[in-house]
């Protein structure tokens, strides 16, 4: 439960519930992009930067739709731009350094196969914008997930070294995964209305799907009740985001009234 | 049949204008002269993406970033074409590779060039990539069936890429005082490289005519140098900017513009490894490759391990 | 293409496959170049990547020295379908100065 006082309205829950969706992906592109001319092979770099223009588009729509909730005449790229560390609500997992490629797929894998999930329920949303929206990148999202996944199994079983890094990655970067499922108040106001996802029904087929995964990867699977992280939700980051948006950030804010459309 | 009267028929069948494909007959120097060529060609496309791919994260709105990271991504796409066109002469990818990490093998000068500002990113896109497409469609109608395909698939992608570049050129052009400054800088140091893309005049240019006899270029470095200036001054002067050239005039009875001389101290010394990124573009691609050793392996002990199991299992 | 076996230690490239790529339903599959993949499901995976980034194919094969792999029916959906949502990558989205030939 929340511990805010004020309620929000609908409408600004849903406006925060879009934009937490966004950032999520925004970020996370942005550090798949990061991969450009520096993958393991061209084709593998072609895949990633494949996924991480998905995840930037995804954003790109659910920032439209976002303002145009908000009714306040505002462009998509001003809360990409003009937000400042704490008004971004990513999650943690999603700001982490890229890593070396084992990193990169663990976090992959984690996030693509709960996003799968989610997408799943959202493209069920009663908001036919939304919905739609959704559809058309769950198609997407799906090959996030298989991609993936081919992954996790090819580093898992597959050299010496490359079962250690993969199984290294999957130990650091687990405290975060918890708070891929959070939920708080302005989750609980859309529910209501059916323009949210309860994470909570699809948490046991996640975790089915990771075990299996992680096994068939010859991969330890870690606690799931162990210490998680928490307060993305709330801007509460890692010190890396900072740097991520000050690089992100910097040429637009230096000149802000050019057109850079 | 002797070795000439097959060199002769092959003559014979290049002015006919016929295609060559794999498994034909060629003179050796015909496919070694295409290996360099195509796989300091697939090189460059692959060098190229780092210049480009330091502005992806600095993208001043969110369409510029995902433009400029699927343009990236499309260079990527272009290497690959490019090495797999190669890979048909029986020139696989780990030597062509090995001699670009071993610095053996060219690639393209411009990519020696360091982007400074996010105005270069669109002055490469309209300029550099504007030269791609006039070299390129020409090599479309090359010799070679791999390499012209690769070529035509190519072309159709470049021309997104040369249109968004100047797009944003003329944006900028367009747009506030510290736009248009930083505009033309970019346009004021990547005008002279780019037209050293083009390579040393037709005289200096021992491989040219033998290109040309054998139909994989179907014209010299100087022709196209000429139509990539007629076309991009016009262009330029479109949008209001200035070409660095004190020397350019147009010339009504030959209806093109005459330039200046290029600076070919300048072209021979980055060519020859001195120029301003030469060092860290090699040692980018180093370590990208280092770096992806181990997962490269992994990949294939797994689909070993798999291919056992399956033999095992029947 | 060099069997992996032989030279396992070695640090390679993968091997080769064929792509073939076929752009509408009803069309026939047409080469469309090719792809370095440990195995064919990577190698179905990098050519959906290289050879479909554009929606060019609705199904594709690889092949690679001695048998052909093809794609199974499931995946056409989202394996070939990615969202039409990508207008950047077309020059038709760029609205850029019209240049008229300079005449004497
Ligand atoms: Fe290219
Ligand atoms: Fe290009």
Redesign the pocket.
Known sequence: MSTQTKTLTKKEALFEYLVRLADDRLILGHRLSEWCGHGPILEEDIALANVALDYIGHAASLYEYAVEIEGEDRHRDDLVYFRNDVEFKNLKLTELPKGDFGFTIARQFLFASFSYFLYTELSEVEDEQFAGMVKKHLKEVKYHLRHSREWVLRLGDGTEESHERIQDSIDDVWTYVGELFYQDEVDEILQEHNLAADTETFKEEWKELVVDTLEEATLEVPDFDQFMVEGSRQGLHTEHLGHLLAEMQHLRRSYPDGNWQ | MSKESKAQEFQERIDNGETIEPKDWMPERYQKQLIRMMSQHAH??VV?MLPEGNWITRAPSLRRKMILLSKVQ??A???LYLYSATETLGASRQEVLDDLLNGRAKYSSIFNYPTLSWADVAVIGWLV?GA?IIN?TMLARSSYGPYSRAMVR?CK??SF?KKQGYEMVAQMADGTPEQQEMIQDAVDRWWWPTLMMFGPHDEDSPNSAELIKWGVKSKTNDELRQSFVDRHVQEAHAVGLEIPDPDLEYNEETEHWEFGEIDWDEFWNVVRGNGPMNKERMKTRREAHENGKWVRKAAEEYARKQRLQKEKAS | MTKTDEKESKDTQWPLWEVFTQPRDGKPHEHAGNVHAPDAEMALENARDVYARRKEAVNIWVVPSDQIVASKGEDAGPFFDPADDKPYRHPQFYSVPRVSKRRK
Do not use: F, R, V
Request: proline fraction near 0%; aromatic fraction near 0%.
């Open positions: 460059s496309e190229g499309d260079e796409g272009h290497g990539d791609a390129q190519i992608e470049e890429h």
